[in-house]
């Protein structure tokens, strides 16, 4: 499958000019015979010294099929017990690699991707894509996902040159990490309805166009769910499709707005372990146990919107002594208070929420129930229930609560603390 990115970079009706930097996207079976006749003959041989980076897990997955390509690159393989995409690993890479690199190929999953993209645009070189699994959309992106200072933050980077995805090795990716790909796509549910909810009350930027695409996704996934379960080839070619359509998407939009939002910040709370110990899970499964707890939320609240028991309350801070409290525990209280600060909240026009209330309303009641989400995510092993990943039941309210705080974006679940609902 070749995937023509240049179809999503046009003049939109939305007023911007998408811009698609990906040159080539190749997702199928010998797509590394495609890499390695490219880095001969093709558009990839002026670069003469290539860096590959990977860990200890993808090389071991990759070394036989990717032999020759490794055989003309300086291979660093980073240990892949608990490998973070942070300033460590970065020093390491960077003290380890050589003056004269020109290309960087990551080959991996989202944490080396996001390595490999930052240290790109760090150094101004580029790099190519070799996704070893469809766990995650990140592989188009133009921005990484970096912890610092125990907090995850969305940093500019660069996208691949390249995406070169061959179905002989993600296929065989373990189950669990395609279930985490799948999780992903699912959640774009919650985030897709927080940009609209967010674009009707602030006038937000929005984009249609960016959106069908990630509705694309979503149609492909849940088309193919049993076979991604199965380990069918076919299937998991369009779990990889799906991702890296989320992916454009989030180019096409210049920010990860298309693609994470509320379902992301339940991922994010758990992964700074303020309110938990820490948890086995991928972030996929993250993301998908946020998912379906943030839609329950939602139902709830757009329940009480269409039945006339939600009404507009001014913002009061009502959180605050809570995160002095969770946050302050763990020495991260200054640089949550700093991503939130001007707070969001000040800026919302009451009166213009109250006049939005319904059409938020009927933009959740268009959301999958509860049940129906579970069952598709159930269908392909995904996670679901908080006891999927190891988290306590009770920590439900705290994260409903708390996860707003990890990123400065409007969603439904921030825009609640200013929403008073009568009769429970």
């Not at 930097?21 to 880095?39: N, R, S, T």
């Not at 919302?348 to 009927?362: A, H, N, V």
Request: hydrophobic share 40%.
């Amino acid at each position: 499958m070749r995937v023509d990115a240049d179809d999503l970079a046009r003049s939109c009706s939305c007023g911007k000019e998408h811009k698609i930097a990906v040159k080539e996207i190749v997702i199928e079976a010998g797509a590394i015979k495609k890499l390695e006749e490219e880095m001969s003959e093709g558009m990839l041989k002026e670069y003469i010294s290539p860096l590959v980076i990977c860990d200890t897990n993808t090389y071991g997955a990759t070394e036989e099929i990717m032999e020759d390509i490794y055989d003309r690159c300086q291979v660093l393989v980073l240990d892949a017990e608990d490998l973070q995409a942070d300033h460590q690993a970065i020093r390491i890479v960077e003290n380890n690699m050589e003056e004269d690199i020109d290309l960087i190929l990551a080959v991996g999953a989202g944490t080396i991707h996001d390595i490999s993209r930052f240290i790109a645009h760090r150094n101004k070189i580029p790099f190519i894509s070799v996704p070893t699994a469809a766990s995650g959309d990140g592989y188009a992106s133009s921005v990484a996902a970096m912890t610092c200072k125990g907090v995850k933050k969305t940093v500019t980077a660069v996208s691949p040159l390249c995406i070169y995805a061959d179905t002989d090795i993600f296929a065989n990716a373990p189950a669990r990490l395609t279930s985490a790909g799948v999780s992903e796509v699912l959640g774009k549910y919650i985030c897709l309805a927080d940009w609209k909810i967010s674009n009707l009350v602030t006038g937000e930027y929005f984009c249609r166009e960016t959106v069908k695409v990630e509705e694309k996704a979503l149609k492909i996934v849940r088309s193919s769910l049993r076979g991604i379960a199965s380990g069918e080839k076919d299937d998991c070619e369009q779990l990889m499709y799906a991702l890296i359509l989320s992916g454009l998407a989030t180019e096409m939009a210049g920010n990860s707005r298309p693609a994470s939002c509320a379902e992301h910040h339940m991922s994010h709370l758990w992964e700074m372990e303020v309110i938990n110990d820490h948890l086995n899970a991928l972030h996929g499964e993250r993301v998908s146990v946020g998912a379906l707890m943030v839609l329950k939320e939602y139902k709830r609240i757009g329940h009480a919107i269409l039945k006339g028991r939600c009404q507009v309350k001014p913002y009061n801070n009502e959180d605050r002594q809570l995160m002095e409290e969770t946050f302050g525990k763990k020495g991260l209280l200054k640089e949550i208070q700093e991503e939130n600060e001007p707070e969001l909240l000040l800026s919302i026009d009451l009166s213009r929420l109250q006049y939005c209330l319904k059409e938020i309303g009927e933009i959740i009641q268009a959301l999958p129930e509860e049940e129906d989400l579970r069952y598709m995510l159930k269908k392909a092993g995904c996670a679901a229930d908080p006891g999927d990943i190891g988290l306590d039941e009770g920590s439900i309210p705290l994260s409903l609560k708390l996860a707003p705080y990890t990123r400065r974006r409007l969603s439904l679940l921030r825009l609640s603390k200013l929403l008073e609902i009568r009769g429970e």
